[in-house]
């Protein structure tokens, strides 16, 4: 079952960081005019850009610049269930959430946590 996240070409992640990124600082990674793209999951922040999906234009830029967590447990990509708030989710959402935990954690670089997140466990 573990395999089922396994990027289909292997990806050299860096060690993940815990520097503090504000929601300021984050809402500026939204991959426009070329920038950073960054997508946050129960206040963890990963570089999503290299990704064109994320970019402006693609099918998950309404979640670049922004912590998904309620999104992604939903399989929504709905602008109003992009936030971070999850707790509140059916056990169903919440393994849902945790599996696109599994699935950006194979792939994408953690560049830092929300700044004062309260929504990481």
Known sequence: ???RF???TPVQLNPPKDDPISVDELAKTDGNDGGK????IKGKVYDV???KAYQPGGSYHV???KDASRA???TSTKPEDVRSEWHDLEDKEKETLNDWITFFSKRYNIV????GATNME
């Open 112 to 115: 830092g946590v929300v700044d």
């Open 6 to 8: 396994e990027p289909k």
């Open 37 to 40: 793209c960054y997508v946050a």
């Open 72 to 74: 992604l447990g939903k």
């Open 49 to 51: 850009t290299g990704n």
């Open 63 to 65: 979640f670049a610049g």
């Open 1 to 3: 079952m573990a395999g």
